[in-house]
């Protein structure tokens, strides 16, 4: 089945602790990205990557890294998670930009 | 500035209703795609449909028809006979050189 697949779902953590929310899709896609979504300002792009090893920042990139050494995983790093990164996350792929998006289940986030 | 305007936040229907959802966006790109999404109440988003800057025909599946118009930098979706699966988020989409969400419009059909 062709799906983009994120973990964990949900996640509790505090200030300052690394973490890391993996993304993977089988559908061997170019293009891959991560948003967040917040109440009332629909999804923002925070990084995304054209191929294996070329990644760019999107709108809202500040407190996030991601790296794309296999064409199929996205992991999206936060190095010292802060409140105002809790929210929702969802990770995408497409054959290529401009095609219509894969979006993964989501990744709720919150940080005390 | 917004690159994609959903004016409309919440629309609350009754069962049956048409309802319009309106979409204008801003680009100066000659070459630009077009989505909505839709995302229930179970969270996850699902694409609806893709329209290229070249192809303004309007486009009808099923109960739902989407009408694009450049002149007016708009691409307006409606729910014809709305049913309570209906009850969603629906967001509409801009990828110029990149992909811009609008807010999105919290659609509830009520039985």
């Known amino acids: 089945e062709a799906q983009v697949t994120q973990n964990p779902r949900y996640l509790i953590t505090v200030t300052g602790k690394k973490l890391t929310v993996t993304c993977s899709q089988n559908?061997?896609?170019?293009?891959m990205s991560w948003y967040r979504q917040d109440p009332g300002l629909g999804l923002r792009q925070i990084y995304y990557?054209?191929?294996?090893?070329?990644?760019d920042k999107g709108d809202v990139p500040e407190g996030y890294k991601v790296s794309r050494k296999e064409k199929r995983n996205f992991p999206l790093i936060l190095e010292s998670p802060s409140p105002n990164q809790t929210s929702l996350y969802f990770c995408?792929?497409?054959?290529?930009?401009?095609?219509?998006?894969?979006f993964g289940p989501g990744t709720r986030l919150t940080v005390t | 500035a917004q690159k994609v305007t959903q004016a409309q936040t919440e629309i609350s229907v009754v069962e049956k209703e048409d309802v319009t959802l309106d979409c204008v966006y801003e680009?100066?790109?000659?070459?630009?795609?077009l989505f909505w999404y839709k995302q229930p109440p179970s969270g996850e988003l699902v694409f609806l449909i893709r329209?290229?800057?070249?192809?303004?025909q309007n486009e009808i599946s099923g109960r739902y028809s989407w009408n694009f118009q450049k002149s007016t930098s708009s691409f307006n979706f409606t729910i014809t006979a709305s049913q309570v699966v209906d009850s969603a988020v629906y967001f509409c989409?801009?990828?110029?050189?990149?992909?811009?969400f609008g807010a999105g419009t919290t659609v509830t059909v009520r039985a």
């Open positions: 989409a801009l990828n110029d050189y990149k992909l811009s």
């Open positions: 990557s054209m191929n294996v090893e070329v990644t």
């Open positions: 559908m061997n896609h170019e293009y």
């Open positions: 680009t100066r790109d000659t070459t630009y795609y």
């Open positions: 329209r290229n800057s070249f192809d303004e």
């Open positions: 995408a792929s497409s054959s290529k930009q401009g095609n219509e998006q894969y």
